[in-house]
């Protein structure tokens, strides 16, 4: 299985940006879908976005629809996730999740992913 490790969280102000990282280490990358999912305090772990195993095809949640932007480049084994227009309800603890999975542009679960990272944080201060 593929081993991931997020990076790129921080303390931010609102309007401001991050990008975040997802490594991927081991297995064969480029045939893995990839998602980024968050937690808040107090809150259950919630779909962010998805990347399909060609770059090719994205789905957003919509409260990130039109300010976050997912990517990958799997010559360097990894995927990125580019955050705008970031606001004080994006703070969370980012995961980044990888899969082998039949591809239907649907909003992905937690129960789709069998590799994940440990997360970083992202706060979003007011």
């Known amino acids: 299985q593929v081993q991931l490790v997020e990076s790129g969280g921080g303390l931010v102000q609102a309007g401001g940006s991050l990008r975040l990282s997802c490594s991927a280490f081991?297995?064969?990358?480029?045939?893995?879908?990839v998602g980024w999912f968050r937690q808040a305090p107090g809150k259950e772990r919630e779909y962010v976005t998805a990347?399909?195993?060609?770059?090719?095809?994205?789905v957003y949640a919509d409260s990130v629809k039109g300010r976050f932007t997912i990517s990958r480049d799997n010559a360097k084994n990894t995927v990125y996730l580019q955050m705008n227009s970031l606001t004080p309800e994006d703070t969370a603890v980012y995961y980044c999740?990888?899969?082998?999975?039949?591809?239907?542009?649907?909003?992905?679960?937690?129960?789709?992913?069998?590799?994940w990272g440990r997360g970083t944080q992202v706060t979003v201060s007011s």
């Open positions: 990347i399909r195993w060609g770059g090719d095809s994205t």
């Open positions: 999740a990888a899969a082998r999975l039949y591809w239907t542009g649907r909003i992905l679960r937690n129960s789709d992913f069998a590799s």
């Open positions: 081991g297995g064969t990358f480029d045939t893995y879908t």
